[in-house]
Nanobody, 130 residues
Framework: QVQLIESGGGLVQAGDSLRLSCAQSGRTVSSYAMGWFRQAPGEEREFVAAISWSGGITEYADAVKGRFSISRENGKNTMTMQMNSLKPEDTAVYYC???????????????????????GGQGTRVTVSS
């Protein structure tokens, strides 16, 4: 069973930066896509960013393009997301997800993660004050 542990959240001011991490442990698929989603209070969970198994393909939500950067270290089974120029609207609980590479190739990164991914448990809370 895949276990995903998110970390790195916190309380910051608008314009500050944070770096989120997702560590994967347990039984893992040999190749997988990874991504971040977030859920603000009273809102549905939404896609933030995704990265392919090789790291060669990344996708971002329009709201975070140019401010967030996703990366991964396959040897360490970790994924990180550098978040710069944070805005109050980035306030949310952030969750990581993984999906089989084959699924991502067939359906695309976002759909594979959203509909067929394995999710982290607790998430990590990001609060951005104005």
């Amino acid at each position: 069973q895949v276990q995903l542990i998110e970390s790195g959240g916190g309380l910051v001011q608008a314009g500050d930066s944070l770096r989120l991490s997702c560590a994967q442990s347990g039984r893992t698929v040999s190749s997988y896509a990874m991504g971040w989603f977030r859920q603000a209070p009273g809102e549905e969970r939404e896609f933030v960013a995704a990265i392919s198994w090789s790291g060669g393909i990344t996708e971002y939500a329009d709201a975070v393009k140019g401010r967030f950067s996703i990366s991964r270290e396959n040897g360490k089974n970790t994924m990180t997301m550098q978040m710069n120029s944070l805005k109050p609207e980035d306030t949310a609980v952030y969750y990581c997800a993984v999906a089989a590479h084959s699924t991502a190739q067939h359906l695309g990164l976002i759909r594979a993660l959203k509909d067929f991914g394995s999710w982290g448990g607790q998430g990590t809370r990001v609060t951005v004050s104005s």
